[in-house]
């Protein structure tokens, strides 16, 4: 199983039972932009993890409109705590940033005050994004707060590390691939 289905796993154990609306809108609080809310990245998981027996759905109507219930089962309880105790090398690599993405190609930038301003923008726009994480944790939801905890932390890391980078990267003239030696 994928760390998507595994993570919808857990937020159908954890919310349920629930629809595959409600899943979707947890992926979209989500503070990280890793993994997709669309309806075309959730509801196939949950398709899946239907079709694996790790939930099932109960159909609920009301008035005109039907829905269905997910809950995990016993077996998709076994599956999420395996997949919680199991501590691997791909579940601890580095985390996906677009910001470090963006900084292997930097030199593309030949003007000092142009690699400045993206600088400039990556770090306003982390303060930006950390504020918005402080104000939204809930304190009512101890596991939602611990993980907040850690997006904080590793947005605050990011922020160490833009401001260490500056000097290295400003003062830099920008090259083309075809005259770098």
Not at 144 to 155: D, F, R, T
Request: charged share 25%.
């Amino acid at each position: 199983m994928t760390e998507l289905e595994h993570c919808a796993l857990g937020v159908i154990w954890q919310r349920g039972p629930c629809t595959a609306y409600a899943v979707r809108n947890e992926f979209a609080k989500s503070p990280s932009a890793y993994w997709s809310a669309s309806s075309g990245s959730i509801y196939p998981v949950i398709k899946r993890l239907l079709a694996a027996g790790l939930i099932e759905a109960q159909t609920l109507t009301d008035g005109r409109r039907v829905s269905r219930a997910l809950q995990v089962t016993t077996a998709g309880l076994d599956a999420l705590r395996l997949w919680i105790e199991e501590i691997d090398r791909a579940a601890t690599s580095a985390t996906y940033d677009p910001i470090r993405t963006r900084m292997l190609f930097l030199d593309a930038l030949t003007a000092s005050a142009e690699r400045e301003a993206v600088l400039d923008k990556a770090a306003e726009e982390t303060k930006s994004r950390l504020a918005e994480l402080k104000a939204t944790a809930r304190s009512d939801e101890p596991m939602e707060m611990i993980a907040m905890l850690g997006a904080v932390y590793e947005l605050k890391a990011r922020l160490e590390w833009l401001q260490e980078i500056r000097p290295q990267l400003v003062g830099q003239r920008g090259a083309s691939p075809g005259n770098r030696k």
